[in-house]
C-alpha cells in the first residue's frame, strides 16, 4: 500500500532458531525497541515471528539488522546493546545517501545505482578526479561500477573510448603460447569486466565497439608507449601489476581521460619477491593533487550475503601484500 509518496510495506520475519528468541529480542524487547527507534518502523513479536511495517527502506534495513543479528548468535549465545548499536551502524553505512543519483547506460532496463555509502564515494571519486584508484575484496563492486561510469561517459559524449586492460599474470605476459588472436588471447582474463558490459549495452552494440576500437581490450604488457586522449581506461586486478608495470600504466593517461585502477590487495599473485604496483602507488600517490585513493570494505560488499561472512571468516588471511 502506499500513503502519499511514501510506500508502506509489512514484513513478517521467523526466526531461524526459537532458542535465540529471548537474546535476539532483548530483555522487555528492549532490542526490538532499539530498532524500532532507530528506523521509525513498526515492530511487533509473536512467539517465532516478528512484524515490521513501515517505509519500504526502513523496513528492509530493519530487517538486515535482525538478519545480520541472529548471523551472530549463530556462534555466540550473547547480544548486548552495543552488538545492536554496531548492527544499526553498519546497515546505515551500506546504504548511500538520499539523492544518489543512477549512471545512465546504454540499456534502458539497466540501472546502475551504488548501493552503500563507500560505493557512492567511489563513483564521485572517478567522476571528480582523473586517476582513482581503488582497493577492496571481492564483492565490494570494484570492477562493475568502474565499468558503469565508463559507459555511462561514453553514452554522454564525455569520452570517446573505453580500454580494458588487465595483467595476464598466469600466463606470465607471454600470450602468444595461447590459441586465437590477440583478443582471445586475453578474453579470460577480462571475462569479469565483459561480464558487467554485457549488463549495461546490448551484445551486439559490445561487438560493433569493439570492431570500431570504441572498446579496446588490451593486456597491460601491451600498453607500452601509448598516449590515451578522450578515454576511460581501467586497469582490473591491478595488485598483480608490478611497480614497472603500474609506473608504465599510469603515464598513458592523456588529455580528457579518465583512469581508474581497482584491485584487491590481499590477493597478490605475484612472486613473493615481487611487490606489487597497487600498494606501491598507493604509497606514493596518497597526497598528489588530482588523484584519488578509495578503500571499500566487507561492509560494501553486494554479493551473496555469504560472500561477506566468507570474507570475515578468513580475516587473518585477508591482509595487504607488498
Known sequence: MSMGDVETVELTLTIGDPRHRGALYGPA??????????????????????????????????????????TRLRSS???????????????????????????????????????????????????NHDLTICLGPAGTGKTYLAVAVAVSMLKEGLIRSIVLVRPAVEAG??????????????????????????????????RNFIKNDIIEIVPLAFMRG????????ILDEAQNATVRQML?????????????????????????????????????????????IVRLTEVDIVRHPLVQQIVDAYGNMMQPRG
Do not use: C
Open 77 to 127: 549465545p550473547l547480544l548486548d546493546d552495543e552488538h545492536v548499536v554496531d548492527a544499526i551502524r553498519r546497515v546505515d553505512v551500506r546504504r548511500p545517501e538520499s539523492g544518489s543519483s543512477s549512471l545512465r547506460v546504454y540499456l534502458a532496463s539497466a540501472h546502475v545505482t551504488p548501493r552503500t555509502a563507500g560505493q557512492e564515494a567511489y563513483v564521485n571519486a572517478i567522476r
Open 226 to 233: 601509448r598516449t590515451l586522449n578522450h578515454a576511460a581506461v
Open 29 to 70: 524487547d528492549r532490542h526490538l525497541r532499539r530498532i524500532r527507534t532507530a528506523f521509525d518502523v513498526r515492530i511487533s513479536a509473536r512467539d517465532d515471528h516478528v512484524r515490521i511495517s513501515g517505509d519500504a527502506d526502513a523496513v528492509d534495513r530493519a530487517r538486515s539488522v535482525l538478519e545480520e543479528l541472529q
Open 173 to 206: 605476459e607471454k600470450l602468444g603460447y595461447l590459441p586465437g588472436d590477440l583478443q582471445a588471447k586475453v578474453n579470460p582474463y577480462l571475462r569479469p569486466l565483459f561480464d558487467a558490459m554485457h549488463d549495461m549495452m546490448p551484445f551486439e552494440q559490445v
Open 248 to 292: 608504465m600504466f599510469l603515464t598513458r593517461l592523456g588529455n580528457g581521460s579518465k583512469m581508474i585502477a581497482t584491485g584487491d590487495d590481499t590477493q597478490v599473485d605475484l612472486e613473493s619477491d615481487r611487490q606489487s604496483g597497487l600498494t606501491d602507488a598507493v604509497k606514493r600517490l596518497g597526497q598528489t593533487p588530482g588523484v584519488a
